[in-house]
């Protein structure tokens, strides 16, 4: 579903993670105005999903694997949760040049996308994409 293969796939979430990290803890401080004030539970939210299931939904999306609903529905979040960190991710992923390419298919919905994906095999080609 990436277009790449998973020691790909682990080495740009490894790349990107901590810019990804630092550009969300900038845009925070500034949309405060400065330091986290005392009693404001130092900014520990439950987060609804991970640093890197943002930037693995923000790689289908830009594929355009499937739609916003789809992706939505998929990491079981909001289409307003998905679209943030869309938008949060984007500039990482410019920034570091994230070889994206366009998919060869589009999935209209979440069951179409599941049923595409076949279980890995025991010795899978190291060069196919396995995502």
């Not at 890197?52 to 594929?63: E, K």
């Not at 909001?78 to 998919?103: E, Q």
């Not at 060869?104 to 095999?121: E, F, K, N, V």
């Amino acid at each position: 579903m990436t277009g790449m293969n998973r020691d790909q796939l682990d080495s740009l979430l490894e790349k990107l993670i901590v810019p990804y990290a630092a550009a969300i803890e900038q845009r925070r401080h500034r949309q405060r105005g400065g330091n986290r004030r005392p009693g404001t539970r130092s900014g520990v939210f439950r987060q609804k999903i991970t640093d890197g299931d943002r930037i693995l939904a923000t790689i289908l999306y830009q594929r355009r694997v499937c739609t916003l609903n789809v992706l939505a529905e998929l990491f079981d979040i909001s289409k307003g949760t998905l679209w943030n960190a869309i938008n949060d991710v984007f500039p990482v992923l410019d920034t570091h040049h994230a070889p994206i390419t366009p998919a060869d298919h589009r999935y209209a919905t979440a069951a179409d996308l599941l049923t595409s994906i076949q279980a890995p095999q025991e010795h899978p080609d190291p060069g196919k994409p396995a995502c």
